[in-house]
């Protein structure tokens, strides 16, 4: 049997971080907006949105380091669970276990960055290559 999913796609909010209350293991929640392959009937691309779980260590880096609008790249399993809603209404939901997220762009490009928080170890280098200094 296999359960793959992989997704590429933009995080609708910031994630959400919990600790489950039996062992205090981290959880994080976050959507992922995902477009379809093919346009449709108005020439539009359409969109899925896609909710991501991460646990543990993985759920803290993704709270840590994630934000709304980021690209990432989810490899994980499909989900599907049930459970009753306040009403008593039986719901089924699906989800994707993320085992591997990949950040796919870099945070300054998905939000501002004070200068004190960045570091640029190359600046006032000169970093002029020679084709003596090339391997191949």
Not at 59 to 82: D, P, T
Not at 93 to 110: H, M
Request: with cysteine; net charge negative.
């Amino acid at each position: 049997m296999l359960n793959k999913v992989i997704l590429i796609g933009r995080l609708v909010q910031d994630p959400e971080l919990r600790y489950t209350p039996a062992g205090g293991v981290a959880v994080a929640n976050f959507t992922l907006a995902v477009d379809r392959p093919f346009v449709n009937q108005k020439g539009e691309r359409e969109t899925d949105f896609i909710r991501i779980v991460t646990w543990r260590k993985l759920a803290e880096i993704c709270a840590n380091n994630l934000s709304k609008g980021r690209q990432v790249a989810v490899e994980g399993r499909l989900q599907i669970r049930s459970y009753d809603d306040r009403e008593g209404i039986r719901r089924t939901a699906a989800e994707v276990v993320a085992g591997n997220v990949f950040f796919l762009d870099s945070r300054k490009e998905s939000s501002p960055v004070h200068q004190e928080d960045s570091f640029d170890a190359f600046v006032g280098e000169d970093l002029e290559i020679k084709d003596e200094d090339v391997p191949f």
